[in-house]
């Protein structure tokens, strides 16, 4: 980031705490130039002892803060935006929000004035510092893209696409956790047929899920490529492959992802 800016963030939830984690343990803002809000503060009292301002108040901490992460509940939007209206500056602040389904023009109904607004949708994996975070923006400047966009980075990789792909990117990147792991779980299931024990059949599993992944990520290359060269002519990882896609796995990864989204289609408008 060209400077570092002081930070909110509204809901200090698990996501909200994990943002703040990430961005601290990057060295992006220190604790003390961090403002966590939440209204059950006893919950935040290891944080107040590694330094992160903690207080119940909004307005404090949007008043010393220019890049406010709103996290909480999507029903606890509308009274959250309501509280620090009167305080938002478009000239000094710019609003993230992490919230679920929630759209900018959403964002925007509740608010007086025209504000910088980023939206964002991280995952789980944030949680450990390997969020794959979606984002987009609107009346924000490219610098104030970019600063967001690498306090993101600091929580895993981030990348920024059209609003209108957002429904896209959280069936992809936050229900696709659930799906990558329901793989992991599947092999487990079936070395544990084949003789492993429970613990070594994940343990395999986890492990090799993430050096398939690794492959394509730090080799740059196409799946097929490295699948190419795990196939011997006539050999038990092709019986294995055809099989599956005889049952139907790359159609059944499609599919699920296309249901995921006409779901997400009739509960976020
Ligand atoms: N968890 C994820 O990985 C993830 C990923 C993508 C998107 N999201 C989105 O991020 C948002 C937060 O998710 P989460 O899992 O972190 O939920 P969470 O743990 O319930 O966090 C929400 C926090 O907001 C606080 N809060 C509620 N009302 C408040 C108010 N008026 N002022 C200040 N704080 C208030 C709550 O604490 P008190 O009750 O103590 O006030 C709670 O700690 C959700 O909208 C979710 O859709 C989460």
């Known amino acids: 980031m060209a400077k570092k800016h002081d930070i909110a963030i509204i809901g200090a939830g698990n996501l909200g705490i994990a943002i703040a984690k990430g961005i601290a343990g990057a060295k992006l803002a ?67 929000s992490t919230i679920t389904g929630v759209e900018i023009s959403t964002i925007e109904e509740h608010l007086e004035a025209e504000m910088p607004i980023i939206r964002a949708m991280p995952n789980t994996a944030t949680a450990i510092q390997e969020s794959m975070t979606c984002m987009c923006g609107k009346n924000v400047s490219e610098e104030q893209l970019k600063d967001v966009k690498t306090l993101f980075e600091a929580l895993g990789e981030a990348l920024i696409i059209d609003e209108d792909l957002m429904k896209a990117a959280t069936v992809l990147a936050a229900s696709g956790i659930a799906f990558f792991l329901r793989y992991i779980r599947a092999a487990t299931q079936g070395g544990i047929q084949l003789g492993f024990h429970a613990e070594e059949a994940q343990k395999i599993a986890m492990q090799t899920a993430r050096g398939a992944a690794s492959l394509l990520v730090e080799g740059h290359n196409h799946p097929e490529t490295e699948i190419d060269k795990v196939t011997t002519p006539q050999g038990c990882t092709i019986a294995g492959l055809n099989e599956m896609e005889h049952q139907g796995l790359s159609s059944a990864v499609i599919k699920g992802l296309l249901a995921s989204f006409e779901k997400i289609n009739t509960i976020t408008q």
């Open 30 to 96: 220190k604790p003390k130039n961090m403002f966590l809000t939440r209204r059950h503060l006893e919950k935040l009292a290891d944080l107040k002892k590694q330094k992160f301002q903690v207080t119940s108040n909004n307005i404090e901490a949007v008043q010393n803060s220019e890049y406010i992460f709103l996290c909480v509940q999507p029903k606890q939007l509308p009274d959250v935006l309501k509280e620090i209206n009167a305080v938002l500056d478009p000239e000094k602040h710019v609003l993230i």
